[in-house]
């Protein structure tokens, strides 16, 4: 008989922690394997590292850390590299090493989920579970109320959302659970686990600039250090309407904006002024893996940015 096995694929955020727990503790009697795994990505805010490490305790996830393995080599794929929690790098350097092979990520280049994510996560379930392409299914922490960041090619990667289809949640039902938890994860709606992320709003990029100035550092000195790297001509930046970090540190000085609070309904886009400081491109409070854009066969032969 075939093992039945199910990767969780923890990001970091609450609602992908209750969905692990679940996992764990709901689907031993259809599961023969269940490991989760968290892929750290080097830019996560230090809160997310150690909600991780609390959930694993808590929870007896077991949890598998894993970081991207870059060659620089051309035609050489993305493999991963097992850390754990003390071990994992914490300066960028990870995303450094994706960036200095493929160049700056943004809207128009939007690799670094892919690179730092699902690839490595895939090569570990390969290389260190042994399991195969189309062996297993993969657990993603998406919510009911936010179905729109399901995958269209999810049965066919048998990527499975638990909290959708076997136990519909809300935000404010995982809201409701960690309010009740001796601990949960200590960040702002807004902040989300990646420092500053290029899909966040416009106002949460300001926000984020005016409280926390430094956390853009490591995207400033990308830009400085590999604005040419990649595939194709010109320099990348990363922010939308090609804006650099200068100009979110210049923007945030000079726009009136009211701060980004964790209230998503406080705001409404307006698309039609000089900034729409609303408008984000799929950053939630945690960036989940989208499986959808990798080969059946996974031979992760290295793709142009």
Not at 13 to 35: F, H, P, V, W
Not at 204 to 233: N, S, V
Request: with cysteine; hydrophobic share 35%.
């Amino acid at each position: 008989m075939e093992e039945r096995r199910l990767l969780v694929s923890f990001s970091g955020g609450e609602t992908s922690g209750l969905m692990a727990k679940y996992c764990q503790e709901r689907l031993g009697n259809e599961y023969d394997r269940i490991e989760t795994v968290f892929a750290n990505t080097s830019e996560e805010n230090e809160e997310t590292l150690v909600f991780v490490d609390q959930c694993d305790r808590a929870f007896g996830l077991a949890v598998h850390y894993v970081e991207a393995k870059i060659d620089p080599r051309r035609g050489q794929g993305t493999k991963f590299e097992k850390v754990d929690f003390a071990s994992a790098h914490r300066e960028g350097e990870i995303f450094e090493a994706v960036i200095s092979k493929h160049g700056i990520p943004n809207k128009a280049f939007p690799l670094c989920t892919r690179e730092l994510k699902a690839y490595p996560i895939r090569s570990f379930a390969r290389e260190y579970l042994g399991w195969g392409a189309g062996s297993y299914d993969t657990a993603i922490g998406i919510r009911v109320d936010e179905i729109d960041r399901m995958s269209k090619d999810a049965r066919n990667n048998r990527v499975i959302y638990p909290l959708v289809s076997r136990w519909p949640h809300r935000k404010i039902d995982v809201n409701e659970f960690w309010r009740d938890m001796p601990f949960r994860l200590a960040l702002k709606g807004y902040q989300g686990n990646c420092r500053t992320c290029w899909k966040k709003s416009f106002r949460k990029l300001f926000t984020i600039m005016k409280e926390t100035p430094k956390k853009f550092d490591f995207f400033e000195r990308m830009e400085r250090d590999f604005a040419h790297a990649g595939a194709g001509e010109g320099t990348r930046v990363f922010f939308r309407e090609n804006r650099s970090v200068a100009d979110v540190r210049e923007l945030a000085r000079t726009t009136r904006f009211k701060l980004a609070s964790d209230d998503a309904r406080e705001y409404q886009i307006d698309l039609f002024g000089p900034l729409a400081l609303d408008l984000a491109g799929g950053c939630s409070e945690s960036c989940e893996v989208d499986f959808s854009d990798l080969d059946v066969d996974e031979s992760q032969t290295d793709e142009a940015a």
